[in-house]
Structures are given as structure tokens and as C-alpha cells.
């Protein structure tokens, strides 16, 4: 199970999402997408808590608003941490999270520690903590297909971009071998014109 909440905060809405429990969590770890940015207690144990961001959209491009919103979910959702000030909270690209053979279910590193950013949560603000909940909606989603679903439209719209480039490509060849025959036939028009026009009496005598 999988819990989605919506945060106003921005237009239109953006959506966080976590998993009920570490199996949950192990899922995401193992079928997240590549723009999904992963959220989590620094430290402490709490929920895994993910955003999907848009294409194009970077990490450092997360409003305020959002990173906050985010940051108090997974502060919300941590049993020391909920009780706790002055915390601080990590997240970085799911990408960078690294899983061995040893850990635990549902625990992760990562694989460039420089690529985790931080932010200090003060407080506990139960505004945004009541807000998001009421947004609060429960699904079961399979988290393999929606991956490969995923995947499979990336390599499709690939596809797409290289064709259209093959053929913009072949398009610029014709059109230059075009251009290269008419420049080649208005230097042979030319060359008949000269030619017409040369009467072969190259003598300069008069009678």
C-alpha cells in the first residue's frame, strides 16, 4: 500500500507519496523512477517519502514550499523524530541511492554522499501536517509494472527523437544536393551561353 498527499502549496498541486511499511519502501528502492527525489529523517528512522518531478525539472528547481512540505511528512511520520526539534532532513535523487546485499529491508545508502542535500526542520508545524493529510488517499500499485511502463514509453519517445532527427537529417542532405545540381546546371547554361554568343574569329584584321 502506498499513501499519496497533495501538496497546494504550488500550481498545480504536486504529489508526495510513501509506503505503508519497509516492504513498501523496499519496492520503491528497488522499481523508483529516475525522477523521483527521495526524502527521509537524517539519521532517525521514518517513512521513505518520495516527488515525482517533472520533465526537465531538476532538484535544486523544488520550490521552498514543497521541500518544506515534504520534510514535515517524513518528520511527521518518525517516531523520534515527530517528538524531536532541530532535526535535519535528507534528500537526493533516487538514482543515488545504493542498496547491498547486507542491509536490512528497507534501509539504503548512497552512492555519492556529495549529491545528498540537507535542510533543517525546526519544528513540527501541525498546519502543514493537518493540511497534507487531508489530502490523504491510499492505493496499491504495482510498482514493477509501473516501472516498466515507464521505461518502455522513454525508449519509444526515443525512438520518436531519432527518427525525426534521421529524417531532418536526410532532408538537409537532399536539399544540399539539390542546391549542388542547379549551382552544377547554371554553370553549364552559363558555359552554352558563352559559347553561342563566340563566333571563332579570333582576328583582329579588317578588310
Same mark, same amino acid.
Given at each position: 500500500?502506498?499513501?499519496?498527499?497533495?501538496?497546494?502549496?504550488?500550481?498545480?498541486?504536486?504529489?508526495?507519496?510513501?509506503?505503508?511499511?519497509?516492504?513498501?519502501?523496499?519496492?520503491?528502492?528497488?522499481?523508483?523512477?529516475?525522477?523521483?527525489?527521495?526524502?527521509?529523517?537524517?539519521?532517525?528512522?521514518?517513512?521513505?517519502?518520495?516527488?515525482?518531478?517533472?520533465?526537465?525539472?531538476?532538484?535544486?528547481?523544488?520550490?521552498?514550499?514543497?521541500?518544506?512540505?515534504?520534510?514535515?511528512?517524513?518528520?511527521?511520520?518518525?517516531?523520534?523524530?515527530?517528538?524531536?526539534?532541530?532535526?535535519?532532513?535528507?534528500?537526493?535523487?533516487?538514482?543515488?541511492?545504493?542498496?547491498?546485499?547486507?542491509?536490512?529491508?528497507?534501509?539504503?545508502?548512497?552512492?555519492?554522499?556529495?549529491?545528498?542535500? !540537507?535542510? %533543517?526542520?525546526? #519544528?513540527?508545524?501541525? +498546519?502543514?501536517?493537518?493540511?497534507?493529510? *487531508?489530502? $490523504?488517499? /491510499? =492505493?496499491?500499485?504495482?510498482?514493477?509494472?509501473?516501472?516498466?511502463?515507464?521505461?518502455?514509453?522513454?525508449?519509444?519517445? !526515443?525512438? %520518436?527523437?531519432? #527518427?525525426?532527427?534521421? +529524417?531532418?537529417?536526410?532532408?538537409?542532405? *537532399?536539399? $544540399?544536393? /539539390? =542546391?549542388?545540381?542547379?549551382?552544377?546546371?547554371?554553370?553549364?547554361?552559363?558555359?552554352?551561353?558563352?559559347?553561342?554568343?563566340?563566333?571563332?574569329?579570333?582576328?583582329?584584321?579588317?578588310?
Amino acid at each position: 500500500m502506498v499513501f499519496y498527499f497533495e501538496s497546494t502549496v504550488v500550481s498545480p498541486p504536486v504529489t508526495l507519496f510513501m509506503g505503508l511499511d519497509k516492504y513498501e519502501n523496499e519496492d520503491l528502492i528497488k522499481w523508483g523512477f529516475p525522477e523521483d527525489v527521495w526524502f527521509h529523517v537524517d539519521k532517525l528512522s521514518s517513512a521513505h517519502v518520495y516527488l515525482r518531478l517533472q520533465p526537465g525539472q531538476m532538484i535544486d528547481d523544488i520550490p521552498t514550499a514543497v521541500l518544506e512540505d515534504a520534510a514535515q511528512l517524513v518528520k511527521a511520520n518518525s517516531i523520534t523524530g515527530n517528538k524531536m526539534n532541530d532535526l535535519e532532513v535528507v534528500y537526493t535523487m533516487w538514482a543515488n541511492l545504493k542498496k547491498t546485499p547486507g542491509m536490512e529491508v528497507g534501509q539504503v545508502g548512497f552512492h555519492k554522499e556529495r549529491d545528498v542535500k !540537507k535542510m %533543517k526542520v525546526a #519544528k513540527r508545524i501541525n +498546519e502543514i501536517v493537518n493540511r497534507l493529510n *487531508k489530502t $490523504k488517499r /491510499e =492505493e496499491h500499485p504495482d510498482f514493477q509494472a509501473e516501472r516498466e511502463k515507464r521505461d518502455r514509453m522513454e525508449r519509444e519517445d !526515443k525512438k %520518436k527523437i531519432l #527518427k525525426a532527427k534521421m +529524417e531532418k537529417e536526410k532532408e538537409e542532405i *537532399k536539399k $544540399k544536393q /539539390e =542546391e549542388a545540381e542547379l549551382r552544377s546546371y547554371s554553370t553549364l547554361m552559363n558555359s552554352k551561353n558563352m559559347e553561342k554568343y563566340d563566333d571563332g574569329n579570333d582576328s583582329d584584321d579588317f578588310m
